[in-house]
């Protein structure tokens, strides 16, 4: 079977569609995939070779680990490379030209509407950069052989962007990893955020409706289950996680791996995705909310673009508004108090993702683009 080199520089090597939705894919279908990806070791797992590379202790060292991967792809001698990075389309294309071989790019991200939004980089640097990304992205998919886009909507956008072929893959969750499980007649109030959170993501109205809802029903319990980005957020808001338990029972957990995700949400009574206005968030489907679906919780969601759509479509919980942490509070407290209306509406989205939502569905469009590729 044809030989695939898979390279990110900016994910870590078991990121859930790099490695646990495509890698896996592909090796299950008996590609022989190579994983280049920032890591201290190199091992096998599920089928796929990780190759690890030396993780850049800064952003300053982000070129040398190009030059790594770039030295690494061109000795896998590949018959099919597929990039997961905007900032590695300039090695896409030096590996198109230098191999002859079919070169995948995989855009995760409104990478545009995004990187305009970013904290770290200087606000007057922000719009200029994301022009610049956007520029690099229409000329190299014009010279790629292939785009993956997250959605529909976004793969229009790569066609009338010219570029030569593009196959929307959708980030849906594996059905697999959500076995129907048991629940309690009457679960513990706990709520649950899973994945990064940053200002744009709500991490301030987490902070502010965790405080409303600890007032209106007290033992409930937020649970954040991913990193915490500062970056912008209002001074006001402690960073201290003893703090947040204590006035807002909200629980800072950390990081877990993909395929524990699963078990952190079989612990609670509801999912809640408190995503701010911004282009990307507009347009995106996040997987945290098909994870919240498909493990049976019910969901608060604020009113912002596809994902409120999503959860009204199916019936599988309340919109609120995005910016109102009293709403936010109220919504959560009446579900995590009512068991019945909280199963029903979890039960409406685990059938929704079963019969719309599945990556099981999503992966044969993959399979797909690379029979034709690897020919």
Not at 204 to 223: F, K, M, Q, T
């Amino acid at each position: 079977m044809p030989a695939v080199a898979i390279l990110t520089s900016v994910h870590g090597p078991f990121d859930p569609r790099v490695f646990h939705k495509q890698a896996r894919a592909l090796a299950a279908a008996g590609y022989r995939v190579t994983l280049l990806a920032p890591h201290e070791r190199d091992e096998r797992r599920a089928g796929v070779r990780v190759r690890g590379l030396p993780p850049p202790r800064s952003r300053a060292g982000r070129p040398l680990l190009w030059l790594r991967l770039l030295g690494r792809a061109l000795r896998l001698r590949a018959d099919v490379y597929h990039l997961h990075d905007p900032e590695l389309l300039p090695l896409g294309l030096l590996l198109a030209a230098l191999t002859g071989r079919p070169v995948v790019y995989d855009a995760h991200e409104y990478y545009r509407d995004e990187i305009a939004t970013r904290r770290w980089l200087p606000r007057l640097l922000r719009r200029p950069a994301a022009e610049a990304v956007h520029a690099l992205e229409t000329l190299a998919v014009r010279r790629l052989a292939a785009v993956v886009a997250v959605n529909e909507h976004m793969a229009a956008g790569f066609r009338a962007r010219g570029a030569r072929r593009v196959v929307a893959v959708h980030n849906y969750p594996p059905l697999a990893l959500f076995p129907r499980r048991p629940r309690a007649e009457r679960p513990a109030p706990i709520a649950v955020y899973t994945g990064l959170l940053t200002r744009e993501r709500g991490l301030e109205i987490v902070w502010r409706a965790g405080r409303r809802l600890r007032a209106l029903l007290p033992g409930a319990e937020v649970r954040v289950v991913g990193r915490v980005d500062w970056a912008g957020v209002d001074p006001a808001v402690p960073r201290a996680p003893e703090r947040w338990q204590e006035e807002a029972a909200t629980h800072l957990c950390g990081t877990v791996p993909a395929e524990a995700v699963a078990d952190v949400l079989a612990g609670a009574a509801v999912g809640w995705l408190p995503f701010q206005p911004t282009p990307n968030n507009a347009r995106a489907i996040p997987l945290k909310l098909l994870e919240y679906m498909a493990a049976g919780l019910p969901v608060v969601a604020s009113d912002v673009g596809v994902s409120a759509a999503i959860v009204r479509r199916e019936g599988c919980g309340l919109v609120v508004p995005p910016d109102d942490p009293e709403a936010h509070a109220r919504a959560l407290a009446r579900l995590l108090s009512d068991a019945d209306a909280a199963r029903t509406l979890g039960g409406r989205g685990r059938r929704a993702v079963a019969a719309r939502y599945t990556w099981e569905a999503e992966a044969k469009r993959l399979l797909e683009l690379y029979a034709e590729l690897a020919r």
